[in-house]
C-alpha cells in the first residue's frame, strides 16, 4: 500500500514567520512531488511542484526534496493570514496511474 | 479557458435517489479523475480515465459508475445513493501521468438524507 504521510496540525505560525510543511511517503520509485493548498469550502491549487532532489523555490515558497529520505517539505517566508490554509502533500504515479495525497497539515498564520 | 468545470455545485438526495455529477475540462487532458472528500479527511480515488472508453476503479468505486465517451467528459453517476456517500466530490485532470499537476474543478457537495 503506498501511503503519503503528513502531520495534520494545526500547525500555528506567527505572521511573518515562516512556516515549515513536512511529508514523508512510502513508494521509491515516485519521481514526481506536488504540494496543493486547499482553502476550506474550496478545491486543492497547485502551490509547486518538484521532481529533483534539493530546494525549488517560487516567490515566498519553496519545496525541497530528499528522495534518499523519502522526504518532500514546504518552506512558506513571510506568512501571512491569508496562507492560512490545508497543505496537501501529493506524490506522482508510480507504476499506476493514480496520484496518492496525503490528508494535509492544516497551517493558521496568527495575525 | 474554463480549465475544469463541475455541476452542480451543491445537491440533496434522499435514500435510494441517483443523479450524476457532470465534469468537463477544456485543456484536451487525456487522464481524469474523480475523488471524494469527507469533511477533516484527504482525498480518496474513485475512479479514473486515461483517455476516451478507458477507465477504471480507484479505491473506493463502489456505489458509481463513470463512463468517458470524449476526451471533455467524465460524468460519475451514483446509484441507489446511501448516507455515506454525503461528500464533496471533486473531478481533476492532467495532460499525461507522472509528470504533470492534477487541475481541480470546484466541487460537488453532496448530502444524502
Known amino acids: 500500500q503506498k501511503e503519503v504521510e503528513q502531520n495534520s496540525g494545526p500547525l500555528s505560525v506567527p505572521e511573518g514567520a515562516i512556516a515549515s510543511l513536512n511529508c514523508t511517503y512510502s513508494?521509491?520509485?515516485?519521481?514526481?512531488f506536488f504540494w496543493y493548498r486547499q482553502y476550506s469550502g474550496k478545491s486543492p491549487e497547485l502551490i509547486m511542484s518538484?521532481?529533483?532532489?534539493g530546494d525549488k523555490e517560487d516567490g515566498r515558497f519553496t519545496a525541497q526534496l530528499n528522495k534518499a529520505s523519502q522526504y518532500v517539505s514546504l518552506l512558506i517566508r513571510d506568512s501571512q493570514p491569508s496562507d492560512s490554509a490545508t497543505y496537501l502533500c501529493?506524490?506522482?504515479?508510480?507504476?499506476?496511474?493514480?496520484?496518492?495525497f496525503g490528508t494535509g497539515t492544516r497551517l493558521k498564520v496568527l495575525a | 479557458n474554463a480549465g475544469v468545470t463541475q455541476t452542480p455545485k451543491f445537491r440533496i438526495l434522499k435514500i435510494g435517489q441517483s443523479m450524476t455529477l457532470q465534469c468537463t475540462q477544456d485543456?484536451?487532458?487525456?487522464?481524469m479523475y474523480w475523488y471524494r472528500q469527507d469533511p477533516g479527511m484527504g482525498l480518496k480515488l474513485i475512479y479514473y480515465?486515461?483517455?476516451?472508453?478507458?477507465?477504471d476503479k480507484g479505491e473506493v468505486p463502489n456505489g458509481y459508475n463513470v463512463s468517458r465517451s470524449t476526451t471533455e467528459d467524465f460524468p460519475l453517476r451514483l446509484e441507489l445513493a446511501a448516507p455515506s456517500q454525503t461528500s464533496v466530490y471533486f473531478c481533476?485532470?492532467?495532460?499525461?501521468?507522472?509528470?504533470?499537476?492534477?487541475?481541480f474543478g470546484p466541487g460537488t457537495r453532496l448530502t444524502v438524507l
Open positions: 481533476a485532470s492532467s495532460s499525461r501521468t507522472g509528470g504533470d499537476e492534477q487541475f
Open positions: 513508494d521509491r520509485g515516485s519521481q514526481s
Open positions: 518538484i521532481y529533483s532532489n
Open positions: 501529493a506524490v506522482g504515479p508510480s507504476g499506476t496511474y493514480k496520484y496518492i
Open positions: 485543456m484536451n487532458h487525456n487522464y
Open positions: 480515465s486515461v483517455g476516451a472508453g478507458i477507465t
